[in-house]
T-cell receptor
Framework: DADVTQTPRNRITKTGKRIMLECSQT?????MYWYRQDPGLGLRLIYY???????NKGEISDGYSVSRQAQAKFSLSLESAIPNQTALYFC?????????????FGPGTRLTVT | AQSVTQPDIHITVSEGASLELRCNYS??????LFWYVQSPGQGLQLLLK??????LVQGIKGFEAEFKRSQSSFNLRKPSVHWSDAAEYFC????????????FGAGTILRVKS
C-alpha cells in the first residue's frame, strides 16, 4: 500500500462549488504539505503543517483552507472553486525529527474547475 | 527571496547518451538540495539528496549530482540514458533557516529518442 494517499485522484467541479481534497499518510511523519503544480511553474506551496495544532500559509494560500484532523490526515478545501484553480495538487510529508527534510509525495489529485 | 532555476525547459537526448540537467539556486543560507523525478501520471519520487559532506552524491536509477557551492549549482547527471528515464525532473532547495520548506524549480522535461 502507498505511504501517502490522496483522494480523489481526479475531480471535475463547477465554478463556485466547495471541494475538499484529502491526504492520508502511514509514514508516521509529523509534517504535511499541500502543493499545486502548473505547467512551467513547478510546485508551489499552498499550506503546511508541522503538527496537529500548527497550520501555516505557504506561497499561494489565497482561496484555499486546510484542516489537520490528525497526525496522519491533512485536507485541503476550496471554498468557492474558480477556473484558475484547475491544477494538479500534491500532498507531501516529511519527518523533521529524523534530521532529514526530504519530502515524500502522494500520487496527486487532478482538479478541473469548469 | 529564495529561488531555484532550471534553465532548460525541455531536453532531448538519444538513448545511451549522457545527460546533465542544470539547477542553480539563490539562497542566503546553507542549503540542502534534492532532485525529484515525475513520470507521466505519477507523483514525485526522490532521486537523490545532499545535506552535507561529499559534494558528489549518488542516487537511485544510476543518477548522480554534484553540489558546487561556488557556482550555486546542483546539476544532475547520468552517464547513459535509458528510454524509461523520460520524465520531468525537479530540483528543490531548502534550508533550516527558512523553516525547512522546499522551493522547487520549474522542472525540465526529458525526452529520450531511440
Amino acid at each position: 500500500d502507498a505511504d501517502v494517499t490522496q483522494t480523489p485522484r481526479n475531480r471535475i467541479t463547477k465554478t463556485g462549488k466547495r471541494i475538499m481534497l484529502e491526504c492520508s499518510q502511514t509514514k508516521g511523519h509529523d509534517r504535511m504539505y499541500w502543493y499545486r503544480q502548473d505547467p512551467g511553474l513547478g510546485l508551489r506551496l499552498i499550506y503546511y503543517s508541522f503538527d496537529v495544532k500548527d497550520i501555516n500559509k505557504g506561497e499561494i494560500s489565497d482561496g484555499y483552507s486546510v484542516s489537520r484532523q490528525a497526525q496522519a490526515k491533512f485536507s485541503l478545501s476550496l471554498e468557492s472553486a474558480i477556473p484558475n484553480q484547475t491544477a494538479l495538487y500534491f500532498c507531501a510529508t516529511s519527518a523533521a525529527t529524523s534530521g532529514r527534510y526530504e519530502q515524500y509525495f502522494g500520487p496527486g489529485t487532478r482538479l478541473t474547475v469548469t | 527571496a529564495q529561488s531555484v532555476t532550471q534553465p532548460d525547459i525541455h531536453i532531448t537526448v538519444s538513448e545511451g547518451a549522457s545527460l546533465e540537467l542544470r539547477c542553480n539556486y539563490s539562497y542566503g543560507a546553507t542549503p540542502y538540495l534534492f532532485w525529484y523525478v515525475q513520470s507521466p501520471g505519477q507523483g514525485l519520487q526522490l532521486l537523490l539528496k545532499y545535506f552535507s559532506g561529499d559534494t558528489l552524491v549518488q542516487g537511485i536509477k544510476g543518477f548522480e549530482a554534484e553540489f558546487k557551492r561556488s557556482q550555486s549549482s546542483f546539476n544532475l547527471r547520468k552517464p547513459s540514458v535509458h528510454w524509461s528515464d523520460a520524465a520531468e525532473y525537479f530540483c528543490a532547495v531548502g534550508a533550516l533557516e527558512y523553516g525547512n520548506k522546499l522551493v522547487f524549480g520549474a522542472g525540465t522535461i526529458l525526452r529520450v529518442k531511440s
